[in-house]
């Protein structure tokens, strides 16, 4: 299964976000800047997080984007699926109608089994691990 850019660079910026949190907001721009996505793309992208209530906007010369809650309380899950919407590996997990070998298809379970463990690590992993993860990688290039 292949996420699209929209969750590859979303969750990019939802990472700067988180990086950054607690310091204020930040404009499009400078994440844009420092991610190398184009502000016009994520400024769709921010507009699909905000209606999903992960982000919030201030308004003003000093507004910009912030998480709405601590990263410790984001869940990558949300976030690819906010992007996305309902993952999915193949057709038939979410429309069993799609095929008419579901019922005794044994395959179906294989990719069953795959989309478990995928959502089962999304879950599992919130923003500020990957915050961790950012800086225990800072400290060993120092």
Same mark, same amino acid.
């Given at each position: 299964?292949? $996420? /699209?850019?929209?969750?590859?660079?979303?969750?990019?910026?939802?990472?700067?976000? @988180? !990086?950054?949190?607690?310091?204020? &907001?930040?404009?499009?721009?400078?994440?844009?800047?420092?991610?190398?996505?184009?502000?016009?793309?994520?400024?769709?992208?921010?507009?699909?997080?905000?209606?999903?209530?992960?982000?919030?906007?201030?308004?003003?010369?000093?507004?910009?984007?912030? $998480? /709405?809650?601590?990263?410790?309380?984001?869940?990558?899950?949300?976030?690819?699926? @906010? !992007?996305?919407?309902?993952?999915? &590996?193949?057709?038939?997990?979410?429309?069993?109608?799609?095929?008419?070998?579901?019922?005794?298809?044994?395959?179906?379970?294989?990719?069953?089994?795959?989309?478990?463990?995928?959502?089962?690590?999304?879950?599992?992993?919130?923003?500020?691990?990957?915050?961790?993860?950012?800086?225990?990688?800072?400290?060993?290039?120092?």
């Amino acid at each position: 299964m292949k $996420l /699209s850019s929209r969750s590859r660079y979303g969750l990019r910026a939802v990472l700067d976000l @988180a !990086l950054h949190y607690g310091k204020g &907001p930040l404009q499009i721009r400078a994440i844009a800047a420092r991610e190398e996505i184009s502000n016009k793309y994520l400024e769709q992208l921010m507009t699909i997080l905000k209606t999903s209530g992960l982000v919030r906007s201030l308004r003003g010369p000093k507004g910009g984007y912030i $998480l /709405s809650k601590p990263p410790d309380q984001i869940k990558l899950k949300e976030v690819i699926t @906010a !992007l996305e919407g309902p993952l999915f &590996p193949v057709e038939c997990l979410q429309h069993p109608q799609f095929c008419p070998h579901c019922a005794e298809c044994i395959t179906r379970q294989v990719w069953a089994d795959v989309q478990e463990a995928m959502l089962g690590v999304l879950e599992a992993t919130n923003m500020q691990d990957l915050v961790d993860r950012v800086k225990t990688s800072e400290n060993r290039k120092a």
